[in-house]
C-alpha cells in the first residue's frame, strides 16, 4: 500500500551526496542544553541526546560547539578539546546504540562574548558589544587576514575530531547573530576589503571556513550549514542576500542548509516566537548590575513575535525555489499537518527543538497517532533553564 505524506517521512534518506543514511528526515536542531560540569559534557548531556534518538530522531544535534576556547561566549562553556572529546565520544556511542546519528554544531560566538578570558573578542570589524560590556567586554578586534587563516583552521580541526571519535556529521553556525553571522549581516560587517561591502565579499569568509572543514573531513562526511533567511531588522541580512548565499552554499559543496533567522543579540526572539521570559532571565543575570539591566531594559530592547505554526516557511519556500540541495526546515513545527505541509512544500529534512525538548517521544506518539500535536505553549522558560542546570520543559 502507498504511504501517505506523513508516512513517508519515515523512509531511510541520505543527506545530500554524503554517506550518511538517516533512518528518517527528523533532526534535533541545536538548543544549548547547558549540560555541562565545569565545560564538560555531562551524563544529563548524554541521556538528552539518548533520549532524542530513542525518540525516533534520525540525527540529534549537540549545542554549542566552540571551535576555541575564545570562540566561547562565556567561559564555563565547552569547547572542542581533548577533555571534552572524551566525554563526547561516549555520547556519540550511546546515541548510535540508541539507533540514532549525531551531530555537532560548531560556533565562534565573534562579539557576541562575555569571555572572560577573551578581552578583545574578534569579529568582522570594531563593534560595541552591549552583551559584554557588563563584564567590561566592550569592543571587537576587527580580524586580520592570519585571525581568519587561524579560526577557519579552528573549525575544520574540530570537525576532524569529531569525524575522529564517531560524530556522524557537523553543522556550522552561519546563523543567529554568531561570528560567521556577523560577516555576512551589513550591519556588523563595516569592512571595506574583500571581506565586506557586497553579500559576494560579505560570504567570502563563512565560504572559506566551510571550504576549510569540508577540505579536512572529506567530500562524503556531512557537512550542514545553519543559515539565517533574514536577521530580522532593517538593513540586516536579507532574504535576497540569503538566495546568494544558498547558491554559493550548494556550489561549495555544502551538504544540507538548515533555514533559520534573526540575530541573537539584537532580535533574540525572531528565531524562537512566543513569550519572553523576561523574570526568568533577570534571576539569571549573573551579577547584580546584569540583573538590573535587564529589569530596566529588558522590556524595552527584547521585542516579541507572535508563534504561529511553520512561522518561517513563507520565506524557507522562497529558497527552496530558487535551490536545488538538500534544505532543513526549521521553526515551529508543532503537529502531523504542520509536517505533512512541509513536506508538501519540498523540503528534505525537518528539524525541531522544543517540541522536543517537551517530549522527546514527540515523533513516536504522533506515528502512533496518539497525539496529533505538541503541548509546548512557548512560554520559551526552557531558555531560561539552560542557565540552571540543563534546558528542560518547564510544563513537565
Ligand atoms: C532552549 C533553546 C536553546 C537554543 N539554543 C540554540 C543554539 O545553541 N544554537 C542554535 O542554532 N539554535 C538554538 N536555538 C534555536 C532552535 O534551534 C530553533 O531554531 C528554535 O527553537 C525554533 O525551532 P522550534 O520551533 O522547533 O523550537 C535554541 C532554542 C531553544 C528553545
Redesign the pocket.
Known sequence: MEKNVFEQAFIEKKIGHSDLQLKNIFIR????EGMLDRGLPNQDLIDHHVAMARGDVALTTV??GAVSADARTFNTQMYINDDSLERLKVLADEVHKAGGKVSM?LTHCGYFSKNKDCRRPLAPSKLFNAYGSISGILFSKAMSSVDMKRVANDFAEAAIKLKDIGFDAVEI?M??GYLLSQFLSPRTNKRKDEYGGSIENRSRFPLEVLRAVIAGVGKEFPVLV?LNLADGFKRGFSLEDCKYVALALKENACSAIVL?GGFTSITPFY???GKVPLGGMIKNGSSLTEKLTMALFGPLIIKRYKFTANYFLPQAKEIRKVVSMPLVY????DSKKGIEEIMNAGFDFI?????L?HDPDFLIKLKANQIEKTECNRC?K??VE?DRGG?KCVLI
Not at 528539524?351 to 517540541?355: E, H, L, S
Open positions: 536542531s541545536a538548543a544549548y549545542s554549542y554544531q553556525h546563523g543567529h545553519k533559520s528565531l524562537m516566537r526549521l521553526g515551529g513545527v528539524a525541531m527543538a522544543r517540541a525538548i520559551n526552557c531558555i539552560m534546558v
